[in-house]
């Protein structure tokens, strides 16, 4: 099983890392993906890459809700590690009006920007959206090459916005909203094309179900897994195999 996003590194893991590694491995996690935010969270995104190599996988991007009047000097910084070595993705990039508006079209150019990057490097982009979907599937069609794949994370779109993104052969990270009572999930996942679908956490953030409003940890990404073969009436190992395969696909890892 593998959690395709989350955020160890941030502070909230700080007390206790050793055992939140431990409780993923026992919960059968191979690997763990780790979207950088901006400049203040790559040091120790880095630092537990070293950690737990092999395990821990960092990627490189800016974050749309660090995007501000100073994102071209953040994006240097990107730039600059991007060209030091190599990240299996570009990310978390992406689009947020959920908090702040006033940054748009500073948030759809670090898109472009990054976008190029994915093309240059050819890694495959990891997305942010909130308030955004539509206008962010609409950047990637516009955006869209032979080579350029990603995920959109913590999906919680229409079975037609699904489809769109499938059609762009993109992936779907489905999380903790999935468990939601409210979220409307359980009208979507039963229609999703499963060769499109990872799993994620986006820890410590969006806990499942009955973890929701704590903090969640990468060993939850087995309650998704559980929630989606509900929602589909198929087996836990059906949706870990398929997930697993894709994600592995996603990032170009072969195990
Ligand atoms: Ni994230």
Redesign the pocket.
């Known amino acids: 099983m593998i959690d395709t996003?989350a955020?160890i590194y941030a502070d909230q893991f700080k007390e206790d890392i050793a055992e939140v590694i431990e409780r993923s491995q026992e919960a059968g996690l191979t690997r763990i993906y780790m979207?950088n935010i901006d400049h203040t969270s790559i040091d120790a995104m880095l630092e537990l890459e070293l950690q737990y190599p092999d395990f821990c996988i960092a990627t490189m991007g800016l974050h749309p809700c660090s995007v501000n009047s100073d994102f071209e000097k953040e994006l240097y910084i990107v730039e600059e590690w991007l060209s030091k070595r190599d990240f299996v993705a570009i990310g978390?990039m992406g689009t947020d009006l959920y908090w702040d508006k006033t940054f748009v079209d500073q948030q759809v150019e670090a898109f472009n920007v990054q976008v190029e990057w994915a093309k240059k490097y050819k890694r495959p982009i990891i997305i942010?959206c909130r308030e955004s979907l539509d206008m962010t599937i609409d950047l990637v069609e516009k955006l869209k090459d032979d080579d350029l794949t990603g995920v959109f994370?913590c999906f919680n779109g229409s079975v037609e916005q699904a489809n769109r993104i499938s059609a762009l052969d993109f992936h779907i990270g489905l999380g903790g909203v999935s468990t939601f009572k409210n979220a409307g999930m359980d009208k979507v996942i039963p229609s999703l094309d499963m060769d499109h679908v990872v799993l994620e956490t986006?820890s410590p953030y969006l806990a499942p179900v009955p973890h929701r409003g704590k903090r969640n940890e990468p060993a939850y990404v087995q309650l998704v897994a559980q929630k989606v073969a509900d929602y589909r009436e198929t087996s836990i190992e059906e949706i870990i195999a398929t997930t697993t395969n894709n994600a592995n696909k996603l990032f170009q890892f072969n195990a």
Request: hydrophobic content about 0%; cysteine-free.
């Open positions: 996003h955020h979207p978390e942010h994370h986006d």
